[in-house]
């Protein structure tokens, strides 16, 4: 099974700054890399895909990059909405795992 | 939009088989490319890939988990099903359909609200 590893596990910012989680795969997963976000309660909602593909509907502060086994997912300025854990899952080979998640606290 | 809802029991004794529905709308599984499929989050939050089956029939199962899995699909209902056999309090978890759209980007891009099952005599 190809092991997916986030960092930070958790990380406290302020509304405004610049965010940048990282997920490494334990082999090379090409672009077989998304995003999910998940708040309290609720079920995960897909934001990028492809590594870099942002999906319908998710705004432009968010970004993908990345290939191989290192990504990142980043948030340029921060919203009060994006207080939430984030999930990478590589889609290369079976099964389809995730990472342990980042959880984005206020500062 | 795409829609898909969970139902099933809430609790399951050990050893027993859980059955769980999705049954969704917006989507269809004749149509070419697309996967209905199940994943679920343990009670410290990490999420787990279970399986996903796809229009033509093709089926992927979580090889840790194959031999207690079955997913099946009833196309002209909407509908998905998954059984896990020998349920064990570490089976204890929300559950979510998940919908797969077609094309060369694998991906979850609709999921259900989730179904918390647990696990005790």
């Known amino acids: 099974d190809i092991q997916m590893t986030q960092s930070p596990s958790s990380l406290s910012a302020s509304v405004g700054d610049r965010v940048t989680i990282t997920c490494r795969a334990s082999?090379?997963?090409?672009?077989?890399l998304n995003w999910y976000q998940q708040k309290p309660g609720k079920a995960p909602e897909l934001l990028i895909y492809a590594a870099a593909i942002l999906q319908g509907g998710v705004p432009s502060r968010f970004s993908g990059g990345g290939s191989g086994t290192d990504f990142t997912l980043t948030i340029s300025s921060l919203q009060p909405e994006d207080f939430a854990t984030y999930y990478c899952?590589?889609?290369?080979?079976?099964?389809?795992?995730f990472g342990g998640g980042t959880r984005v606290e206020v500062k | 939009q795409i829609t898909l809802k969970e139902s099933g029991p809430t609790l399951v004794k050990p050893t027993q088989t859980l059955t769980l529905t999705c049954t969704f709308s917006g989507s269809s599984l004749s149509t070419g490319g697309v996967g209905v499929g199940w994943v679920r989050q343990t009670p410290g939050k990490a999420l787990e890939w279970l399986a996903v089956?796809?229009?033509?029939?093709?089926?992927r199962y979580r090889p840790s988990l194959k031999s207690r899995l079955s997913i099946t699909k009833d196309t002209s209902k909407n509908q998905v099903v998954l059984t896990l056999a020998n349920m064990d309090p570490v089976d204890t978890a929300t559950y979510y359909c998940?919908?797969?759209?077609?094309?060369?980007?694998?991906?979850?891009?609709?999921w259900g609200q989730g179904t918390l099952v647990t696990v005790s005599s």
């Open positions: 998940v919908h797969r759209p077609g094309g060369s980007s694998p991906r979850f891009d609709f």
């Open positions: 899952q590589q889609t290369y080979s079976i099964p389809e795992d």
């Open positions: 089956i796809y229009w033509d029939g093709n089926k």
């Open positions: 082999q090379s997963i090409r672009t077989y």
